[in-house]
């Protein structure tokens, strides 16, 4: 028995493991290095250095572009928007296809079982079909894909006896199915493999723009690192996000500059809205594209259904739950993968940039008309107190880990978002904003 079993082996790859390993068992014999190893090192430290030079040549391109761009606001947000836009559709196309993978090998692996158990079966039909055709079945069984075609032949050729034919074309479909798992999950690795590499170019490319957006909003606020630091000085002197975001608006310059802009801006944008209805024209997802603006595109009020999530994640508490402590959820909670990249919500004026109490790094918006955004949880803002950002513009970046205290009770094992909405200093349901397709990605 031990032959045709070794040939069953063979046939569905389970002896790969004891093949490598009686391979390692067995002492390497010393020899002096060939011509063709030599020439095989070669051509791989030229491929290093193409790989190299290729990724200096896009680094130079990417900078030539930005510089390209000057002071051109309207163009740099652009940019922004569509580059963070693209990081975050690849982040979910990676999500979606480990996703598949994941249930491709696990296929795989009930296969393999499958193959596994009906071992008795398998060497008896490979005995006959040996006997059939006078010789032993050629080398090609050591792949599934081969023993398939083995099989298949021998039943065209009527090489099978009737009685084995049934349990023959039993073991041919699922060696089949077994070699089109293995396709499908080659191009899955394949494809998964390119949308990593196009994320991390978009993700150097989002790195640089934003630095240069950062670097022109300096030029503007030449006392910046001042401000920021009294913004950390003045967050340790409240215990609520209440108290931080009226000690903000009324203490520091630049908040406060944000605030009274954004009050102007409620005025208009209601005027405007109070306009557009006396016409029957609607406000819609067409009033973002404007990227030159510098004050909202519509009222807050009147963005409902109409906005993207900050960050690709999962909800793990929704808004009125238990918060994980003992009080209730005042906003939501988003689980992300680390290094995910975070965009604003929604046009608004930064009024607090920095770490605060148990949020870890916390963002505050204000969107105008009395609405507060609150975005806490991430590893690093890259935006500062006083700037104006667009819908879908990169502000942060998620870390490792959860920053957030009440989520790293739970042990919670990836970073965590948490968005919190605000009406005159209340918290409130953020689930009517939402964009419709935004409420499915985040369901359940």
């Known amino acids: ?218 030029a503007r606020e030449k006392d910046l690192d001042a401000e920021n630091s009294r913004a950390i000085l003045l967050s340790k002197q409240v215990g609520d996000l209440q108290g931080l975001i009226t000690k903000m608006e009324q203490d520091l310059q630049s908040a406060a500059k944000a605030a009274e802009k954004a009050a102007e801006a409620a005025k208009q944008a209601e005027a405007k809205a109070a306009a557009s209805a006396n016409t029957g024209v609607k406000s819609g997802p067409a009033a973002f594209k404007d990227r030159s603006r510098t004050a909202p595109a519509i009222a807050f009020a009147s963005t409902k259904g109409l906005l993207p999530l900050p960050v690709n994640g999962n909800k793990i508490r929704d808004f009125g739950g238990s918060d994980g402590v003992g009080g209730v959820q005042k906003g939501i909670s988003l689980a992300t993968k680390p290094g995910s990249q975070v965009t604003t919500p929604c046009d608004g004026w930064v009024v607090y940039a920095g770490p605060f109490r148990s949020y870890g790094q916390l963002l505050i918006l204000n969107a105008g008309g009395g609405y507060h955004v609150l975005i806490a949880g991430m590893e690093r803002i890259s935006v500062n107190i006083g700037q104006f950002v667009l819908t879908g513009e990169p502000v942060a970046t998620m870390g490792s880990t959860s920053q957030v205290a009440s989520i790293l009770a739970t042990n919670a094992s990836q970073p965590v978002l948490y968005v919190e909405f605000r009406k005159d200093g209340t918290p409130i349901d953020p689930g009517p904003w939402w964009a419709a397709n935004e409420g499915e990605k985040v369901r359940g």
Request: a positive charge; proline letters at 4%; glycine letters at 4%.
């Open 1 to 218: 028995m031990r032959a045709p079993l070794l040939n069953l082996l063979l046939i569905t790859g389970l002896a790969g493991a004891s093949l490598a390993q009686a391979q390692t068992a067995t002492p390497p014999q010393t020899a002096a290095v060939s011509p063709d190893a030599i020439k095989q090192r070669e051509q791989e430290l030229e491929a290093a250095r193409a790989r190299q030079k290729s990724a200096e040549e896009a680094q130079a391109k990417l900078k030539a572009e930005i510089t390209a761009l000057g002071q051109d606001r309207t163009q740099l947000n652009q940019q922004l928007i569509d580059t963070a836009a693209n990081v975050r559709s690849v982040e979910t196309k990676i999500d979606e296809a480990e996703a598949r993978l994941r249930n491709l090998n696990g296929r795989e692996q009930q296969m393999r079982a499958s193959l596994d158990s009906r071992r008795a079966d398998i060497v008896e039909v490979l005995a006959a079909l040996q006997r059939a055709g006078r010789r032993t079945p050629p080398a090609l069984l050591v792949r599934p894909e081969d023993a398939l075609q083995s099989l298949r032949t021998a039943m065209l050729l009527g090489a099978v006896v009737p009685e084995l034919r049934g349990r023959a074309e039993a073991i041919a479909g699922e060696l089949g199915e077994l070699v089109a798992l293995r396709k499908n999950i080659a191009t899955e690795r394949d494809q998964l493999a390119l949308d990593r590499d196009r994320v991390r170019n978009d993700q150097s490319r989002l790195t640089a723009l934003v630095d240069e957006r950062q670097r022109q909003q300096a």
